[in-house]
């Protein structure tokens, strides 16, 4: 960017209170998403319908929550991370006290819908905004910012459950309208960094240069505000970065395989395994417990450089995906209670390390647009794996082989990253090669050379000597015989 300098990151000072205000959007935000399920049985009772009518209200956050945050990526690096999200907290707050005032299942459907959209713009900004405060301990500063999720799903789940026992299920969401104000108050707090302003520069001139580019290209005025568009949200990182668009296939399909094991746990262990609900309501407390330590671990981990980001992204994947598997396996309440402690954990360091696999792959100015990308596919992958499970526990009778299929999602997602991996470190073994042969090579000529030249050196002082010592002429003056030296006649410039 000409001689312009990036601004260091500050690594601490007011960087802690918006981590802390990051944290505590998270746990209200994505707390309210995973805890939903309690209002499904409310609606269930209130509006006389099955479960699949109302399952399609969590379908609706899974999917156009993504979207918004597709959007929100698109439009952060034009105006800054606290606009953003803190639009996104007024949207969520008026759509779920509105919500309160439904009287048929449709308007929730289009309520949730609007929700979602305020979501997705509080959720993305309060996750990139902490890399512009932090470089050096970004490891320590994501761990803590995404076990807000995993808290989450300990608190929202009884807390919403208390307000509906209390005051019925509207006066539940009028008060959970009300406490997604905090979110605002908290997004206040993002204020713009020196690094966040020169990162939106830096955005807005390459999306100039794509933009100027792609419209010459364009064959036509769809195609051209086609191309736009995927600039604008992010898509274009897809193809431009390929390793990032290996990430993001790995992403949706861990989302393929998270959000169903979430949503069926509870029903496999009362109905498959026979513990009682107040029983089963506490595993996906354990999946709750595990997912904070594991998004606020790894962090830790990667800080103190005890394992690579790309490193532990794998291995959490493929822990994850032997949770699943044993899963099937477990009858009883303890042996559940661990699988389900062990898949928050492994589940929560996979999907909390993937930004910084993302910063890896991608120009710092392109982070805030790739996380909404990354929540798309992830959305993608949660949809498809909801309908998909949801179709093999109606053909078999049983929860086993939605675990069975999560378990292969998650083995998918690790072996691709795997591969590259691997890949990449056969190419640099190979290209390794060839450079010892090129270094040999160009040794071998260097010596050539340097004898060539002192052979040429060797000559060019004979001729110096020479030329130095003169010539030696004998003469005759008046008969007398007589010797001198005669000098090279001096060159004058």
């Not at 100015?365 to 998909?388: C, D, E, H, P, Q």
């Not at 060539?452 to 008046?478: N, V, W």
């Amino acid at each position: 960017m000409g001689g312009e300098r990036e601004p260091s990151a500050v690594d601490g000072g007011f960087g802690w209170v918006v981590l802390t205000a990051s944290f505590i959007n998270q746990v209200i935000l994505l707390g309210y998403v995973k805890a939903a399920g309690v209002l499904f049985v409310e609606w269930q009772e209130y509006f006389h319908v099955g479960s699949k009518e109302v399952g399609w209200v969590g379908i609706i956050l899974a999917f156009f929550g993504p979207a918004a945050g597709l959007i929100a990526g698109g439009l952060t690096p034009k105006f800054g991370s606290r606009p953003i999200s803190v639009s996104g907290g007024v949207i969520v707050a008026v759509s779920i006290a509105v919500t309160a005032f439904s009287k048929q299942l449709w308007h929730v459907y289009v309520l949730s819908i609007t929700t979602s959209f305020g979501l997705g713009f509080a959720f993305q900004p309060s996750i990139t905004v902490i890399g512009f405060y932090f470089k050096k301990k970004i490891g320590i500063a994501n761990g803590v910012a995404f076990s807000g999720v995993g808290a989450g799903i300990v608190v929202m789940p009884p807390l919403l459950q208390f307000l509906c026992t209390t005051f019925n299920w509207s006066g539940a969401l009028l008060i959970c309208g009300a406490l997604m104000l905090i979110t605002v108050l908290l997004s206040l707090t993002y204020r713009p960094t020196d690094r966040e302003k020169y990162f939106m520069l830096l955005s807005g001139r390459e999306n100039q240069t794509d933009e100027t580019v792609e419209s010459k290209r364009a064959c036509s005025c769809i195609c051209g505000f086609i191309s736009n568009l995927c600039n604008n949200l992010g898509l274009d990182l897809l193809w431009r970065y390929p390793r990032f668009g290996l990430l993001s296939l790995s992403y949706c399909l861990a989302g393929y395989g998270y959000y169903a094991c979430v949503v069926f746990l509870s029903s496999r262990a009362v109905y498959d395994a026979g513990i009682p609900k107040q029983d089963a309501s506490f595993l996906v407390s354990a999946i709750g417990v595990g997912s904070t330590i594991g998004r606020a671990g790894h962090g830790f981990l990667i800080h103190v450089k005890l394992i690579g980001i790309s490193q532990l992204y794998i291995l959490a994947g493929f822990g994850t995906a032997i949770s699943c598997y044993l899963n099937p396996l477990a009858n009883t309440f303890l042996p559940l209670l661990a699988c389900s402690f062990a898949f928050g954990l492994f589940s929560g360091s996979m999907l909390a390390v993937s930004l910084m696999c993302a910063r890896q792959f991608l120009p710092t100015a392109s982070v805030s647009r790739s996380f909404g990308v990354l929540i798309l596919t992830n959305g993608v992958g949660i949809v498809f794996g909801t309908f998909t499970m949801g179709y093999l526990n109606d053909i078999s009778g049983s929860y086993t082989l939605s675990f069975i299929a999560a378990g292969v999602g998650f083995t998918l997602a690790s072996l691709l990253p795997l591969i590259d991996a691997i890949y990449r470190a056969c190419c640099k073994r190979d290209e390794d090669k060839i450079a010892e042969k090129d270094e040999e090579r160009n040794y071998d000529q260097e010596n050539e050379e340097e004898e060539a030249e002192a052979e040429e050196e060797k000559e060019s002082l004979k001729k110096t000597e020479t030329s130095i010592k003169g010539r030696e002429e004998i003469t005759t003056l008046f008969g007398v015989e007589r010797k001198f030296m005669v000098k090279e006649p001096e060159t004058s410039v």
